[in-house]
């Protein structure tokens, strides 16, 4: 059985400065250009032209491949996706770790006694949870996706689906969208994180290391997750994500009409500026003295 993403390759112009963006982003280096989660997930950064990647499914920096981990030793053969894309499987070597989130206090249960909630300085990802890709044959990459194991979790009927690998589990792992001028590609790669905190812990770092919010910190309503997009050099957009849904066999996949409403409930586009700690209630003062004692207030 398919139990999530175990590696990802991405193809790319500027191999310098997508190293740069992944160690930002909280990766550990593992090999010249290899990098991984805290549980092993890797991410690998090639040159596009690195004649040992399989074909490209959109012309400049993409995801090249995809490997799944599997629970067993099965072998399958590699494929390609509808979309152009490599898709290969292996044992999982990820690891199961002991990481926890911090509990949250809500009205009706202190999860969290006598004991700070969390605040992070940057974040440390724990795996590559989902993709998204754009397409332009929705149905083929649902059936391909089917008969790999994976399940509908929710549809937007024409025009998206959301499927998860294992029938309990995260709301999704890919995530394929059509509109009418979409063409293979990728959307983002999502990277799972603790909790909340994370996601804006993780998204403020990144800011201060100078990358591009697209948008984010945000909430999905499918999903219910937090989330923080990044513009990625290595293509498309890196997410930073927390408290997805967690289903099971018994979920009836909704059909939805995609919306922004549907998208966020609220979001910031070009996400907040993560030197920023108190909003200006006068004249802006940028450095010395007068700002330092406006902001000791
Ligand atoms: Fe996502």
Same mark, same amino acid.
């Given at each position: 059985m398919i139990i999530g993403i175990d590696r990802i390759t991405y193809g790319v112009e500027d191999v310098e400065l997508c190293r740069r963006f992944f160690l930002d982003w909280g990766l550990s280096l593992k090999g010249e250009n290899d990098f991984e989660s805290l549980n092993g997930c890797e991410v690998r950064i090639r040159?596009?032209?690195?004649? +040992?990647l399989p074909p490209? =499914?959109?012309? &400049? +920096? @993409?995801?090249r491949e995809v490997v799944w981990g599997l629970d067993s030793s099965q072998e399958l053969q590699p494929l390609t996706d509808p979309n152009g894309l490599a898709v290969k499987f292996r044992r999982t070597r990820k690891r199961s770790i002991d990481v926890k989130g911090v509990p949250i206090n809500t009205w009706d249960k202190a999860? *969290?006694?006598d004991r700070p909630s969390a605040f992070y300085e940057r974040a440390h990802p724990v795996e590559v949870g989902h993709l998204v890709l754009f397409t332009d044959r929705l149905k083929e990459m649902e059936e391909f996706y089917a008969r790999l194991g994976f399940v509908v979790s929710d549809r937007y009927p024409g025009r998206g689906v959301f499927l998860r690998? @294992?029938?309990? &589990?995260? %709301? %999704?792992?890919v995530f394929a969208l059509q509109t009418p001028s979409s063409k293979p590609g990728l959307n983002h790669v999502a990277f799972a994180v603790r909790d909340i905190h994370e996601v804006f812990g993780g998204g403020l770092h990144i800011s201060r290391c100078g990358w591009t919010t697209e948008i984010g910190p945000g909430r999905h309503p499918v999903s219910s997750a937090y989330f923080w997009y990044v513009k990625c050099p290595a293509g498309g957009l890196a997410e930073y994500y927390s408290d997805e849904d967690y289903v099971t066999a018994a979920w009836k996949p909704r059909e939805l009409t995609p919306s922004p409403e549907v998208f966020a409930e609220w979001a910031i586009t070009g &996400?907040?500026?993560? =030197? @920023? *700690?108190r909003q200006a209630s006068g004249p802006t003062v940028e450095s010395g003295t007068a700002g330092r004692a406006s902001r000791d207030k």
């Open positions: 040159h596009k032209d690195d004649p +040992s490209a =499914m959109e012309p &400049g +920096s @993409t995801l999860a *969290r006694v690998c @294992t029938p309990e &589990g995260g %709301h %999704h792992d &996400g907040i500026d993560g =030197m @920023t *700690r």
